[in-house]
């Protein structure tokens, strides 16, 4: 047994130095702080052989065989539970045969070829000022959203159509055809497949049984909601660079001064504390505005994972990003989306207590679905109409009015279904890409297929946000997975319908974050994603309570909202709350240290508002 212990002690060990090391670096390049491209590959590569190590899935098999054939005991059973959590580490990325493992490694440069070359590459569209700029993902989408002006609306979705052209000109072929060969070295149809079998345990049969339902159940709310928009406000409405405007534009303006960018880290840590969210003494890296050369989405990776080393508790270590533009409008619901997001993935990989790090990280078998439950769930709670009314405040402290809240309602209810179906498409893309013969994978072809998905599921020649311009599609982890959000989504309204008729409200409710931690961030990928479910709810995975929030009409959904707010007014909510998220805290910007926690939260979040407001004045409401 002591020699078991050992080897245990020495996986876990061994694997923490690499798996830090990879991340640090991954860490650094994407925030721009280094250019170390080619350092940041080799850790890549190094992680990558250590967890498909065909020598380790082996002497994890002898280990686990020599356990089963002891007495039980407390000792002998805690290794066991160890040791399974690495066999289904090393069983999802096992590459046992030589052509595999080359054709990972020449997969791995390929994409940090292309994500250098990326961080390169500058798109430019019409601000809200008129003015020709630089621009982030993040950016065009605001301004979309957002702008008044129809030309400078177009010169944003013009940029990100011309990311798809610059993509499928600067390796993404390549990459899909490597994905494949690799795919099918490993005795796979195609990379779809291989991913979706790797990552949800399912095949893409039963994969697209759970989507063409959906699909079915919400296609006649997306029409109706396109054909009222285009009875609106003209045939030019359901132009790619309108859409968005004309579903939000104005509400989105309104709501501005109510979600101020500066306010919100504040806003995420009290309504995290007010929920009962603990991070267990994890340390937290935040980096939340854009940068040149900074990585155009928001992540959470953790370099530390949690887990218990023996009686040792070993707090996590997490870093997490937003792109925000703070002088613009709408940045603020963007950022404070993004903070309990990704705050919502800190806090699950924060709470996991097993006895392994494999349990606690953020790729296979930890399943996208599982893992994108935890962060969407926290997200959620910023459409309630109570959480709006206790957290959406202007300058003068005045709460967003009920009106606004129902015209918000009334511009975004009608689009429940479209936003939702703006997740499916990227799945019913991906599967006909990779499906695609060698034969057929050129730039002509590949643009025709993201066209014709989006016109069968979005009912619109181009999506808002083209396909091929979702960063997603070309990073190996996050490729052919996208539909875990949806799926997360489902799992995330079968999760509140229980808190709901359980408790009768979320925000602020101080007994759901331990909850949680309990069922469904405790246990990691030691159980599957419907088994926490059915721990928590009950009930296996159900999509039937997202399908039937998105075909709610505005009147019901404005009910809804009406009755939350009166059950807040009316409730007494608990004198005390946890006094402090239980984690250290750095606020940064690039190698900028802006604020800390070390003095207290509210010292960070004073420190945080004069740097927003030094660097920003004009996001200062």
């Given at each position: 047994m002591a020699a078991l212990r050992g080897e245990f002690d020495a996986l876990?060990?061994?694997?923490?130095?690499?798996?830090?090391?990879?991340?640090?670096?991954?860490?650094?390049?994407?925030?721009?702080?280094?250019?170390?491209?080619?350092?940041?590959?080799?850790?890549?590569?190094?992680?990558?052989?250590?967890?498909?190590?065909?020598?380790?899935?082996?002497?994890?098999?002898?280990?686990?065989?020599?356990?089963?054939?002891?007495?039980?005991?407390?000792?002998?059973?805690?290794?066991?539970h160890g040791f399974k959590g690495w066999l289904a580490l090393f069983d999802s990325n096992i590459i046992e045969s030589d052509e595999a493992r080359q054709l990972m490694t020449e997969l791995?440069?390929?994409?940090?070829?292309?994500?250098?070359?990326?961080?390169?590459?500058?798109?430019?569209?019409?601000?809200?000022?008129?003015?020709?700029?630089?621009?982030?993902l993040s950016g065009l989408s605001t301004n979309m959203g957002t702008n008044r002006d129809e030309a400078a609306r177009k010169s944003s979705h013009d940029a990100l159509m011309g990311l798809e052209s610059w993509a499928l000109d600067n390796g993404f072929i390549a990459i899909v055809n490597k994905r494949n060969a690799l795919a099918?070295?490993?005795?796979?149809?195609?990379?779809?497949?291989?991913?979706?079998?790797?990552?949800?345990?399912?095949?893409?049969?039963?994969?697209?049984?759970?989507?063409?339902?959906?699909?079915?159940?919400?296609?006649?709310?997306?029409?109706?909601?396109?054909?009222?928009?285009?009875?609106?406000?003209?045939?030019?409405?359901?132009?790619?660079?309108?859409?968005?405007?004309?579903?939000?534009?104005?509400?989105?303006?309104?709501?501005?001064?109510?979600?101020?960018?500066?306010?919100?880290?504040?806003?995420?840590v009290l309504s995290f504390r007010r929920l009962g969210i603990q991070y267990r003494g994890a340390t937290m890296q935040l980096d939340l505005v854009e940068r040149q050369g900074k990585?155009?989405?928001?992540?959470?990776?953790?370099?530390?994972?949690?887990?218990?080393?023996?009686?040792?508790?070993?707090?996590?270590?997490?870093?997490?990003?937003?792109?925000?533009?703070?002088?613009?409008?709408?940045?603020?619901?963007?950022?404070?989306?993004?903070?309990f997001h990704e705050g919502g993935h800190a806090a699950h990989f924060a709470n996991v207590t097993q006895n392994a790090p494999c349990f606690s990280q953020e790729f296979a078998p930890t399943s996208m679905a599982y893992a994108e439950t935890q962060s969407m769930f926290c997200d959620s709670l910023l459409d309630d109409a109570d959480w709006l009314k206790r957290y959406a405040r202007n300058g003068q402290g005045e709460a967003i009015p009920d009106e606004l809240i129902r015209a918000r309602i009334v511009a975004?209810?009608?689009?429940?279904?479209?936003?939702?179906?703006?997740?499916?498409?990227?799945?019913?893309?991906?599967?006909?890409?990779?499906?695609?013969?060698?034969?057929?994978?050129?730039?002509?072809?590949?643009?025709?297929?993201?066209?014709?998905?989006?016109?069968?599921?979005?009912?619109?020649?181009?999506?808002?946000?083209?396909?091929?311009?979702?960063?997603?599609?070309?990073?190996?982890?996050?490729?052919?997975?996208?539909?875990?959000?949806?799926?997360?989504?489902?799992?995330?309204?079968?999760?509140?319908?229980?808190?709901?008729?359980?408790?009768?409200?979320?925000?602020?409710?101080?007994?759901?974050?331990?909850?949680?931690?309990?069922?469904?961030?405790?246990?990691?990928?030691?159980?599957?994603?419907?088994?926490?479910?059915?721990?928590?709810?009950g009930e296996p995975f159900n999509a039937r309570y997202l399908a039937d929030s998105c075909n709610q009409s505005v009147d019901e959904a404005w009910a809804g909202a009406q009755k939350l707010i009166a059950d807040a007014a009316a409730r007494d909510y608990p004198a005390q709350y946890p006094d402090a998220l239980d984690a250290r805290i750095r606020l940064v910007h690039g190698a900028e240290l802006i604020a800390d926690n070390a003095a207290g939260d509210a010292a960070m979040f004073d420190r945080f508002e004069s740097w927003v407001a030094g660097h920003y004045p004009a996001s200062v409401h």
């Open positions: 876990n060990r061994d694997y923490l130095a690499i798996h830090k090391a990879k991340e640090d670096l991954f860490w650094d390049t994407y925030m721009a702080v280094s250019d170390d491209d080619a350092g940041f590959a080799r850790a890549e590569g190094a992680f990558k052989d250590f967890i498909s190590s065909p020598e380790r899935l082996a002497r994890t098999k002898a280990a686990i065989a020599q356990l089963e054939a002891l007495p039980a005991s407390g000792e002998r059973d805690a290794l066991l791995v440069e390929l994409e940090s070829e292309l994500f250098s070359k990326r961080r390169g590459y500058k798109m430019r569209h019409i601000n809200e000022a008129g003015e020709l700029e630089e621009a982030t099918r070295s490993l005795g796979y149809a195609d990379y779809f497949e291989y991913k979706v079998k790797k990552n949800e345990q399912m095949t893409p049969d039963q994969l697209f049984a759970i989507l063409d339902d959906f699909e079915a159940r919400t296609r006649d709310a997306n029409q109706r909601a396109l054909d009222q928009l285009k009875a609106r406000h003209g045939d030019g409405a359901l132009k790619a660079h309108n859409l968005r405007f004309h579903m939000s534009g104005d509400v989105t303006r309104q709501m501005d001064p109510f979600l101020p960018f500066a306010k919100a880290v504040e806003r995420w990585y155009q989405n928001g992540f959470c990776h953790g370099p530390i994972p949690s887990f218990f080393d023996g009686e040792t508790w070993v707090a996590g270590q997490i870093n997490f990003t937003a792109d925000a533009k703070p002088d613009q409008v709408g940045s603020g619901a963007r950022a404070i989306n993004t903070l975004t209810q009608p689009f429940a279904a479209y936003a939702e179906r703006s997740i499916a498409v990227v799945a019913y893309f991906e599967r006909a890409l990779y499906a695609l013969p060698e034969s057929e994978l050129s730039a002509e072809r590949i643009l025709q297929l993201a066209r014709d998905s989006e016109q069968r599921i979005l009912g619109i020649a181009v999506s808002p946000r083209p396909l091929l311009a979702i960063p997603h599609l070309l990073n190996q982890e996050s490729a052919a997975a996208y539909h875990g959000y949806l799926l997360a989504n489902m799992a995330v309204y079968q999760t509140r319908a229980y808190f709901i008729g359980k408790f009768g409200y979320l925000t602020d409710n101080p007994a759901i974050g331990p909850l949680l931690a309990e069922h469904y961030w405790g246990p990691g990928n030691s159980i599957n994603h419907n088994a926490t479910l059915l721990r928590l709810t």
